[in-house]
């Protein structure tokens, strides 16, 4: 074998092991993403899911604002809500906060009253007498160093207040 072959061998082993380790960044970034993507995913409909099932059984709401509520739910009150400093949605049950999802960057409630209207949030105490249904927007992001953000913009259901007496 001459130099020359040598040579030529030696770059051609060169970028084939430079396509290879590119492949093999691309699929580990890949699968950091879907990760991020699965972990926000299945945090943001455990979330949902325990706040559906206060939701439906409380027979009573009073917004503190468009991002804090308190329902009280067979006597017991229970608020969710977010924080901005943390970029958390949470829960709070006999002065114990526990976090449902993170790394929020947009979070509100929506009220309806019982024709479906939307409730207006200038006057907090009458907009808790009218709600009869209720939903959460909110926008959650994952960042990880090796990979792109993962975002994703959650609207709920509707959850009817069913215990709650509403006339309007």
Do not use: C, H, P, W
């Not at 809500?81 to 949470?90: K, L, R, V």
């Not at 929020?104 to 006057?123: A, M, R, W």
């Amino acid at each position: 074998m001459t130099l020359v072959e040598l040579m030529v061998a030696t770059s051609l082993g060169a970028l084939i092991m430079a396509g290879v380790l590119t492949v093999f960044l691309f699929i580990g970034r890949t699968s950091v993403n879907m990760a991020s993507y699965v972990d926000l995913e299945s945090q943001a409909r455990a979330s949902l899911e325990r706040f559906a099932q206060d939701a439906r059984q409380a027979s009573s709401i009073t917004y503190s604002s468009s991002s804090v509520i308190n329902l009280v739910v067979n006597s017991t009150s229970i608020t969710y809500g977010y924080d901005a400093g943390t970029a958390q949605f949470y829960r709070t049950l006999n002065g114990t906060r526990t976090n449902l999802l993170t790394g929020i960057s947009e979070f509100s409630f929506i009220g309806y009253k019982l024709d479906g209207t939307q409730v207006s949030l200038s006057n907090l105490a009458l907009a808790g007498t009218n709600t009869k249904q209720i939903q959460l927007s909110l926008k959650a992001q994952r960042v990880n160093r090796t990979a792109a953000a993962v975002s994703n913009t959650v609207l709920s259901a509707r959850y009817v207040l069913r215990n709650k007496v509403t006339t309007t």
